[in-house]
């Protein structure tokens, strides 16, 4: 993979914070109830804190002038009860909105793995695994720490804020307008270096996820890696990775630390013209010493708020940059459907390709060209080229993980893209070379864990594939472990699992992707069989590696640079001499495999 495809991780979808909202709410209106309650414990909380102050100076101002002992009581027992209140009201906040959050994000998630499951295959093509595994969990996670850190406490701060501007208004407002004249030329200077913090904290995600899916990519290929002597090289590349992170993540460290020495200043000019000017205003008789005291509290408790609210900011900033990446994702195109869809019960196989050209992207150069085919239904097909020819190609159209163009595949007399994407992989089986075998037992990886397959329909397949003799005489059985990725199982296993699979799921079109591994020749032999087994009455075509396949089938189709250039059965092409000639008489599975290990064009 090139450089400049690892450093591509595109942020298509640019989101302000009035987008960010817009865009959650469709989650979100889905937890509204709880949402409600949430901000109503938040104003109720805000609330009985600003009564606080105001009862204190109404106790300066009646207690202790007048000496009057009771309302000292009484003041003591309403402070309780207020301070119990807003303890509840803090609870129910905290544990309200991360209640929401957690609900709201499982929402999304949900969305988000739903999307991409219907992405096309040139999305998955272009985009490392490792990059979408962390859109589907980091970043996740790090939107949901926007609700249970950013939202909560920037909503809960601001409104705060306000009912502390408006009880210091209401002590005095032109002691208001002293103490806070600085305050948008502090509150301006913090904002920028947010802004700054956050460009930093984009850029520093974009490496951390540059380095993720370097190690997806290399610890899945680790055979790979080792194989062609490629630690040291790829050792370099991920320390230069781990190094650019590195200073990224030293300029984020430094904003940061500019950031406490401003909100300090700030607080010291706001407290200093408070006591400055209101000992003046006090002095002047202009107001009473138990609404200073007021106003000086309530003052107190404009800056923690506001420094809150800027340090979470950041927080917005990393979740806005982790949300950018999610809703690019969300917005990338889902595999497209015609709108009339036909959904066949049952397909008869017949498959007519009728003049078709494709390329995998508009710059690309055509992969196949002029396709003019009629696949019988019932008919075994092998498909015969070199590496490149098309073949992969061919069988990814049949199965719409590419649309061809239109009208140019139909089956049974319909055109591929009027079948639903997912009815006509229903319709049809693939085998491939490497196939999927998960962790479990035989039988699961048979049924797929489908409760239209029953044990006895297992049971039968296994057999029919030859592979239930081949358990019994190595003392195991359909509940036999299968390691992850059937790690325990030969090649010639996992294939007969593959195999068994088909039989057991029935489709009306069979793919066969044949494995070039190299097996033993009782393997072979048990493979070969059951290859008959499965095809049997059923369209199919294979890709086919191996001169005993390829005789088997009742046409061969050698395609070369992406056109069909031979067709017949295999006495018709060895008596043509061309291309397929010079395949089996150089021996065809190992002509064809040189080919592919060399990516040559000529033989
Ligand atoms: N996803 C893709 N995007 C762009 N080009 C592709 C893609 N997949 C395959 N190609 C190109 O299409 C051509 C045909 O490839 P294809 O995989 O169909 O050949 P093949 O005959 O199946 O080869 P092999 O026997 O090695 O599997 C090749 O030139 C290949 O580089």
Redesign the pocket.
């Known amino acids: 993979m090139s450089d400049n495809f690892m450093h591509e991780d595109l942020v298509k979808t640019k989101i302000t914070y009035p987008g960010l909202f817009r865009r959650l709410w469709p989650y979100a209106r889905k937890e509204k109830g709880l949402l409600f309650a949430a901000i109503f414990a938040v104003a109720g909380g805000a609330i009985v804190a600003r009564l606080v102050p105001f009862l204190i100076g109404y106790a300066i101002d009646h207690g202790v002038k007048q000496k009057d002992y009771q309302i000292f009581t009484n003041v003591a027992i309403a402070y309780l009860i207020l301070e119990i209140m807003r303890s509840i009201f803090s609870f129910a906040n905290a544990y309200l909105f991360q209640l929401f959050g957690n609900r709201m994000l499982f929402h999304l998630r949900e969305a988000l793995m739903s999307h991409v499951q219907h992405l096309p295959?040139?999305f998955f093509?272009k985009t490392p695994t490792g990059r979408i595994v962390t859109r589907l969990t980091n970043d996740v996670a790090s939107l949901g720490e926007l609700f249970s850190e950013g939202v909560i406490s920037v909503f809960t701060n601001a409104v705060i804020i306000c009912s502390v501007v408006i009880a210091l208004a209401v002590i005095s407002w032109k002691l208001t307008l002293v103490s806070l004249i600085l305050a948008p030329i502090f509150i301006g200077a913090s904002f920028y270096l947010s802004n700054k913090i956050r460009e930093i904290l984009s850029e520093q995600k974009k490496k951390l996820s540059l380095i993720n899916a370097f190690l997806a990519e290399n610890l899945n290929g680790i055979k790979v890696v080792q194989l062609y002597n490629r630690l040291n090289r790829n050792r370099e590349k991920f320390g230069g990775l781990s190094v650019d992170y590195r200073d990224t993540n030293m300029r984020s460290i430094r904003a940061y630390a500019l950031m406490q020495p401003i909100m300090n200043l700030f607080n010291a000019t706001t407290i200093t013209s408070a006591l400055y000017f209101g000992g003046m205003l006090s002095a002047e008789n202009a107001i009473g010493i138990g609404a200073l005291i007021a106003f000086l509290m309530n003052i107190q408790d404009f800056i923690p708020p506001l420094r809150e609210i800027l340090e979470k900011y950041q927080q917005f900033q990393n979740s806005l940059t982790s949300a950018e990446r999610i809703f690019t994702l969300m917005d990338e195109q889902v595999e497209q459907e015609f709108q009339d869809l036909s959904k066949p019960e049952g397909l008869h196989g017949e498959i007519k390709i009728h003049n078709l050209n494709f390329r995998?992207?508009d710059n690309?150069p055509l992969?196949l060209k002029n396709i003019n085919l009629h696949i019988k239904a019932g008919e075994s097909v092998a498909l015969v080229?070199?590496?490149?020819?098309?073949?992969?190609?061919?069988i990814s159209l049949l199965q719409r993980f590419y649309d061809a163009p239109e009208k140019t595949v139909f089956v049974d007399g319909m055109a591929l893209e009027q079948i639903p994407r997912g009815e006509i992989r229903h319709h049809v089986g693939v085998v491939q070379q490497d196939n999927f075998i998960f962790r479990g037992t035989i039988a699961d990886n048979i049924g797929l864990g489908d409760p239209a397959v029953s044990a006895e329909q297992i049971e039968k397949a296994c057999a029919k594939t030859g592979y239930m003799e081949l358990l019994k005489r190595t003392g195991r059985n359909l509940q036999s472990p299968v390691a992850e990725r059937g790690s325990n199982l030969s090649v010639g296993e996992r294939q007969l699992i593959a195999f068994a699979r088909i039989l057991a799921f029935n489709p009306d079109i069979l793919i066969l992707d044949e494995a070039t591994a190299n097996i033993d020749s009782e393997s072979e032999h048990i493979i070969q069989e059951a290859t008959k087994e499965i095809t049997r009455g059923r369209t199919s075509i294979i890709?086919a590696h191996r001169l005993s396949t390829i005789e088997q089938c009742d046409r061969i189709i050698v395609?070369d640079h992406?056109e069909v250039l031979e067709m017949g059965s295999h006495s018709e092409l060895m008596k043509a001499q061309g291309l397929y000639y010079q395949f089996a008489s150089l021996g065809l599975k190992s002509t064809l495999m040189d080919a592919?290990a060399a990516g040559t064009a000529d033989p």
């Open positions: 295959m040139q093509n995998y992207e690309l992969v080229g070199r590496t490149g020819s098309g073949k992969s190609t061919f890709i395609l992406g592919s």
